[in-house]
C-alpha cells in the first residue's frame, strides 16, 4: 500500500513537470515525518551517504573530459581525420557521422554532448550534399546513444555504484554492444547510400589522410589512457577519469585552441552538469533506502517468480518495462529508481550483473530519442533549427538497429559477458 502511494506521488509529480529529484524526495520526506520511528538525521544520512562515493567522482571528471575535448578543438581533428578517411566514399558523411559518435564516446560518456557537439556540424553538411533532413537528425540521434554505451559511460558508472559492481568490468561490458550498434548503424548508412547515389560527394576539406591522422593521433591516445590504464591495473577508472582530464587539458594548451574564457565556461558547465546528477543521486539514495524498507525488492520478486521462472523471459519483461521508463525518466535517474528493486530478481534467475547493467542502460537511452522527454531530441532541434516533429520523425527508422541491437544483447549474454571475462582470467 505505502510503496504504491509512494510510486503514485512520484508519477503525478513527473507528470506536472517537477524536476526528477525533487519528485523522488518530496513523497519520501513525506513518509519519514509520517513513521513514528524514523527520525530526520536518518533521512540526512541516507540521502548524503549516497553521494559518499569515491567511484561517483568519475562523473565530474567524464563529464569535464567531454567538455574540454569540445572547448578545446580536439573533436575537431577528430572529425577531420574522418572526412579526409571516408572521402570518395559513397554515403561518407553518414560514415563520418556514426565514427564521429563512435570516438567521441571514448571521451564523453554521454549522449547529450554528442548530440550538440556533432549534430551542429554535421546535420547542415549532410543537408547540405543532398541528404534528406529527416534521415540525417535521425543518424546522428541514434549515433550518439553509443556515447552512454560504450566506456568511459557516465550511466555504467551510476549503474556499478547502485548494485556493487566494478566499474571497469561494466565498462568493458559495454565495447562490444557500442561495437554492434555502430556495425548496425554503418548498415544502415549503406543502405541509404544505395538509394540515393546522389551521395557520391568527395568529402570536405583538402586534407591529405596522413596529414589529418598525424593531427588527431595525440587525440586517440586519451581512450588508450582511459581503457589501457585500467585494464594494465595502472589506474582505477576514477583515476583513469583525473588522467583523461588532464591529458585533454594539456592538449588543448599545446595546441592553443582552449582560452582561459573557455577553460571557465568548462568548467561552469561541468558544474551545473554534476551539481544536477548529484542531487538526483542524492534523492535516489532515500527513495531506495525507503523503498528497501518496505521490502519493494521482495516484492518484485515475488511477483516475477510467480510469473515466470526463464530468465528470457524476465529479461523480454525487464525490456519493456524499462522501455516505458526511459519514456519519462533520463537515465541516470530511470537507473537510480529501478536498480534497487530489479537487482534481487535479476540475482534469482540467474542474471549476470553485468549484463543485466548492460541491457538496463540501453533500454533506458533509447528513451532519449523518444517522446515526451526525450533530450535528445530537443537538443537537436536547438542545435539544428529544425523543429521538433521533425526530429522526431527523422528518429523513428532509427529505432530499428537500436532495437535489434537490444534483442542481441538480450539474448546473447557473451556479446557484454566475454570482454570482462578476459579480465578475470
Not at 571514448?106 to 551542429?120: E, T
Not at 599545446?254 to 573557455?262: C, D, E, F, G, N
Not at 531506495?288 to 523480454?316: C, H, K, S, Y
Not at 522527454?373 to 542545435?383: F, I, P, Q, R, T
Amino acid at each position: 500500500m505505502i510503496l504504491g502511494i509512494l510510486t503514485i506521488s512520484m508519477l503525478l509529480l513527473l507528470l506536472l513537470r517537477v524536476p526528477v529529484a525533487v519528485s523522488m524526495l518530496f513523497p519520501c520526506l513525506i513518509y519519514v515525518g509520517w513513521s513514528p520511528d524514523i527520525s530526520l538525521g536518518v533521512a540526512l544520512q541516507q540521502t548524503v551517504g549516497s553521494v559518499d562515493s569515491f567511484p561517483l567522482l568519475a562523473v565530474p571528471l567524464f563529464i569535464m573530459t567531454g567538455y574540454l575535448s569540445n572547448a578545446g578543438g580536439l573533436t575537431d581533428r577528430l572529425f577531420r581525420m574522418l572526412l579526409a578517411r571516408f572521402k570518395g566514399i559513397p554515403g561518407n558523411l553518414g560514415f563520418v557521422n556514426v565514427f564521429s559518435s563512435l570516438m567521441f564516446s571514448w571521451m564523453s560518456g554521454a549522449a547529450i554532448a554528442d548530440a550538440a557537439g556533432l549534430g551542429s556540424v554535421l546535420v547542415p553538411e549532410m543537408k547540405k550534399r543532398g541528404y534528406d533532413e529527416k534521415f540525417a537528425l535521425g543518424l546522428t540521434g541514434a549515433s550518439s546513444l553509443i556515447g552512454p554505451i560504450m566506456p568511459p559511460s557516465i550511466p555504467a558508472i551510476v549503474y556499478a555504484v547502485s548494485a556493487g559492481v566494478s566499474v571497469g568490468s561494466l565498462f568493458f561490458a559495454g565495447v562490444l554492444p557500442a561495437l554492434i550498434l555502430t556495425s548496425i548503424l554503418c548498415v544502415f548508412v549503406y543502405r541509404d547510400a544505395r538509394k540515393n547515389p546522389v551521395h557520391l560527394e568527395s568529402g570536405i576539406g583538402q586534407v591529405s589522410v596522413s596529414q589529418a591522422t598525424r593531427e588527431a593521433l595525440p587525440v586517440l591516445l586519451t581512450p588508450i589512457i582511459i581503457l589501457g590504464g585500467i585494464l594494465g591495473g595502472v589506474f582505477t577508472p576514477t583515476e583513469a577519469a583525473a588522467a583523461a582530464v588532464m591529458w585533454v587539458f594539456i592538449l588543448g594548451i599545446y595546441y592553443q585552441s582552449l582560452s582561459w574564457k573557455a577553460f571557465y565556461g568548462v568548467l561552469l558547465k561541468t558544474t551545473t552538469t554534476t551539481g544536477s546528477i548529484m542531487f538526483i543521486v542524492a534523492a535516489a539514495g532515500l527513495f531506495g533506502w525507503v523503498i528497501a524498507r518496505e521490502q519493494g525488492p521482495q516484492a518484485v520478486t515475488q511477483a516475477m517468480l510467480q510469473f515466470t521462472d526463464n530468465p528470457i523471459i524476465f529479461l523480454l519483461l525487464i525490456n519493456v518495462a524499462l522501455l516505458l521508463t526511459g519514456m519519462f525518466l533520463e537515465p541516470v535517474a530511470g537507473l537510480l529508481i529501478t536498480v534497487p528493486v530489479l537487482m534481487p530478481a535479476a540475482l534469482e534467475f540467474g542474471v549476470d550483473p553485468l549484463h543485466l547493467g548492460v541491457v538496463m542502460i540501453l533500454n533506458l537511452v533509447l528513451g532519449l530519442l523518444t517522446p515526451p522527454v526525450g533530450l535528445v531530441l530537443y537538443v537537436l532541434s536547438s542545435v539544428t533549427g529544425s523543429s521538433v516533429q521533425t526530429v522526431t520523425r527523422g528518429t523513428i527508422p532509427f529505432l530499428i538497429p537500436l532495437l535489434i541491437t537490444l534483442l542481441l544483447i538480450t539474448f546473447i549474454p557473451a556479446l557484454s559477458l566475454w570482454l570482462p571475462s578476459l579480465l578475470t582470467e
